[in-house]
């Protein structure tokens, strides 16, 4: 019960971080990132030839909030943000890469070191 009082002001911070970000995010990048590969293979063949005109959008985007909070998820774990990062940057350009950076290190390394650091504090602690 100690650790969760400790740990909901950082956790609010870090949600609130990541839900300004995610905004920042879509309106930077929001439906600008789109794959259009001519080698794909559908069954359906409306999809396919849909595909081909228009393209497809890579996994982690910011098209929605939902998406964009995931995306800011992934790279405030670090699983493999610099190719989220390069296919962003590919397509808008060099302010990609320094919101990405700061994203990264603000978000991984100050954020969640500094939940993960309250958090074993509180364990290693005798209760009383």
Do not use: C
């Amino acid at each position: 019960m100690v650790t969760l009082k400790d740990i909901t002001n950082i956790s609010v911070l870090l949600l609130l971080f990541m839900f300004i970000f995610s905004l920042v995010g879509s309106e930077m990048y929001a439906y600008k990132i789109m794959y259009n590969n001519s080698d794909m293979q559908f069954v359906i063949k409306d999809k396919k030839e849909f595909i081909e005109q228009h393209g497809v959008y890579p996994r982690q985007n910011f098209n929605t909030l939902y998406k964009g909070l995931t995306t800011i998820f992934i790279v405030f774990i670090g699983e493999d943000w610099n190719s989220v990062m390069y296919d962003h940057y590919r397509a808008t350009g060099l302010l990609t890469i320094i919101y990405f950076i700061f994203l990264f290190i603000f978000g991984n390394l100050i954020l969640l070191n500094l939940f993960l650091a309250i958090l074993l504090k509180n364990f290693n602690e005798p209760p009383g």
